[in-house]
């Protein structure tokens, strides 16, 4: 069973006395037990949106988010059901996202806390083993966030999410706004967390580079949309969506070799006023006539992955010499 | 360096202390530097390495009270010991600079075209006519669709990476001679980021401009610049052409940072391990003694943690600083 799952989620933001934006637009993403998902896209593509919508801090306008087979419930003012607190959020900076006046210990114990829904716990020896998993001395507890650099911070914020117990972990952003190496130890200790512990996690990027590092599977999102899914590997080695290619060739490699990154024309457009047919048509270097005319469906592709491309269309390609990347017909129930 | 024809720039023994609640503490401890016209110059390190302290002070950019010290030679004169009126004539005609965010560098509450106009007019005392027609063409220069609505514009109506480009236009308007870029593509998209670099490397063709490109991102570094020199703790540990710092690095700092990096290429099904460098870069105030990369580094031996190691020139123009030299073939 998936840990998490999207069934065709869409979100739209309300404005006073306009039409309201659609930032998510039937977005279906499934993550599996001690997984990691890496969720990559261009800023405005509505990937934090998504991410918030996995825990229930903004509301879905249609389609279904599921944690362990149970719908997740919207925040609201009412406590959280006992059952969502084993799926956690991490933020993008963990400098807003502690409390500046609390000690770390004492953060982490309140996550302790809600967990074992008992206050009276021996906290102590646990926070510790907590903060080593994370790879902090057991010291930091009695410390304040400001003493830390943003890379242990970003531990700390993972240490607290720990603390809860949680099968699931949507991490927005997390390596971002840190130096090459804080993030690969983050990097890595992400990967040892889905190992030790068997914690899935979404992972939202921008940097297609460290997701390619980190995650098993790989979702590419376009305004509102997921665009193509497949494996780290499958991604890296045959992107099938012209938008995943664009974002592979655009990543500088450190490599001497002092070639240039491909740059893909365009802008992202307004979500509230989208391009007609394939929502990419209008950057697109391979569009045919049917792309500004018909948005593409998600077609489900041999090897398990999936695109939202015509060039990638099962039944176009069923008679060519080229033949499509081979057909497989979806399984049922997946 | 490396051409025969005198540099553009020359920083020798570049040594900066700021004014803190502890005293004043070293940040940028005897830089050398040699950039040359057309030619895009790379400073790579961590946050905190001294990478933008350094640039700062060749616009005496500087917070009050901060001491520098050593030479920065533009031509005949010395950048660091400008008068009030020269650095006036310097500053944006002669070397501009680039910021990462250029919602911050750009006036929120006044036109894109009045930036580039009154920049442009104050310098190059143009007519108000002229300078709206070298304006357009600037935008042009640097692909900003529909030029002239621009010039109405306010910063927020773009996107970030058109804001990077229009602040790119502001900065090159009064064709300097060198521009300083920190960490210009830090805050764009991937996409967006290939854009600008592509640009950069045009605009070096074309203009002659040398760019003093500030980047953690090697990536970025290797596209682009063809010398590097990486900081560390304020010093120069290692430089040289890029592609022969990153093809074949000899310090260990430099070698912990390409082993940071996700490895591309490998399509295998399993991904090897990243190999990060432990531990935290040292706090300006509390740098070790000896040579300051030493707590972190897997070849350090007893002498790394009393000598404080130079950086001694090479064949081919490198130069390192590092007493062990553990990538020595």
């Known amino acids: 069973m998936n840990v998490i799952e999207l069934r065709d989620v869409h979100v739209e933001y309300r404005r006073r006395g306009r039409s309201p934006v659609p930032a998510v637009v039937g977005a279906s993403l499934e993550v599996g037990r001690g997984q990691i998902v890496g969720l990559v896209g261009e800023s405005g593509c509505g990937k934090s949106t998504l991410a918030q919508a996995c825990v229930g801090l903004v509301k879905p306008s249609g389609g279904a988010v599921l944690f362990e087979g149970k719908p997740v419930t919207p925040l609201t003012r009412r406590s959280r059901p006992a059952d969502e607190r084993r799926l956690q959020l991490v933020f993008q900076n963990p400098f807003s996202s502690l409390n500046p006046r609390r000690k770390v210990g004492a953060q982490i114990a309140d996550g302790l806390r809600i967990a074992e829904d008992r206050a009276d716990i021996a906290q102590g020896a646990r926070v510790t083993e907590i903060l080593q998993q994370v790879g902090l001395p057991a010291a930091t507890a009695d410390r304040f966030p400001h003493e830390f650099s943003g890379g242990q911070r970003q531990r700390i914020a993972i240490a607290r999410a720990l603390a809860a117990a949680p099968s699931a972990i949507v991490l927005d952003e997390p390596l971002s706004s840190l130096d090459a190496s804080a993030q690969a130890q983050l990097a890595n200790l992400l990967m040892q967390l889905r190992d030790d512990l068997g914690v899935a996690m979404l992972v939202i990027s921008h940097d297609l580079g460290i997701v390619h590092q980190i995650a098993d599977q790989v979702a590419v999102m376009y305004l509102g949309q997921i665009v193509e899914t497949a494996s780290r590997a499958q991604l890296w080695r045959e992107p099938l969506h012209p938008y995943s290619r664009a974002l592979i060739a655009s990543i500088p490699h450190a490599d001497g070799a002092g070639h240039l990154p491909s740059a893909l024309p365009g802008e992202v457009p307004d979500p509230s006023r989208p391009p007609s047919g394939c929502r990419f048509h209008p950057r697109c270097s391979v569009a045919v006539q049917r792309c500004p005319a018909d948005p593409p469906p998600v077609f489900a592709l041999a090897g398990d992955r999936t695109a939202a491309c015509w060039l990638q269309d099962p039944a176009e390609h069923a008679g060519s010499a080229l033949g499509p990347p081979q057909l497989e017909l979806p399984a049922p129930g997946t | ?329």
Request: charged residues 20%; contains cysteine; neutral net charge.
């Open chain 2, 1 to 329: 360096m490396a051409s025969s024809d005198a540099p553009l720039l020359e920083v020798s023994q570049l040594r900066i202390k700021l004014p803190t609640p502890q005293g004043l503490v070293t940040i940028v401890d005897g830089v050398d530097l040699v950039i040359e016209a057309g030619k895009v110059y790379g400073i790579a390190g961590e946050s905190g390495s001294g990478k933008t302290i350094t640039a700062l002070s060749l616009l005496r950019l500087l917070p009050q009270g901060a001491v520098v010290e050593g030479r920065a030679m533009l031509g005949s004169r010395d950048l660091l010991a400008l008068g009030r009126s020269d650095l006036r004539s310097v500053r944006g005609r002669e070397v501009a600079m680039v910021f990462q965010d250029p919602m911050t560098s750009m006036h929120p509450m006044i036109p894109v075209g009045r930036q580039l106009t009154d920049h442009l007019r104050a310098h190059l005392r143009t007519s108000r006519a002229n300078a709206r027609r070298r304006a357009i063409e600037l935008l042009t220069d640097v692909r900003i669709p529909d030029p002239e609505g621009a010039l109405r514009s306010f910063p927020h109506q773009f996107s970030g990476g058109m804001r990077q480009r229009i602040a790119i236009a502001i900065a090159l308007a009064c064709e300097p001679k060198l521009l300083l870029a920190d960490e210009p593509t830090t805050a764009l998209d991937v996409t967006v980021q290939a854009g600008i670099i592509r640009l950069l490397d045009r605009l070096r063709r074309e203009t002659g401009v040398a760019i003093l490109l500030i980047t953690h991102d090697l990536g970025v570094m290797s596209s682009i610049a063809e010398w590097v020199s990486v900081f560390y703790a304020g010093r120069v540990v290692e430089s040289g052409r890029t592609a022969d710092i990153i093809g074949d690095p000899r310090h260990p700092y430099t070698r912990g940072l390409l082993g940071s990096l996700p490895a591309f290429g490998t399509d295998a099904e399993a991904v090897p391990q990243l190999r990060p460098i432990a531990g935290q870069p040292p706090s300006p105030a509390d740098r070790p003694a000896g040579c300051p990369f030493h707590t972190r580094c897997d070849y350090a031996e007893d002498r790394c943690t009393k000598q404080l190691p130079e950086l001694l020139q090479m064949t081919g123009g490198r130069g390192l600083a590092c007493l062990v030299d553990p990538g020595a073939a």
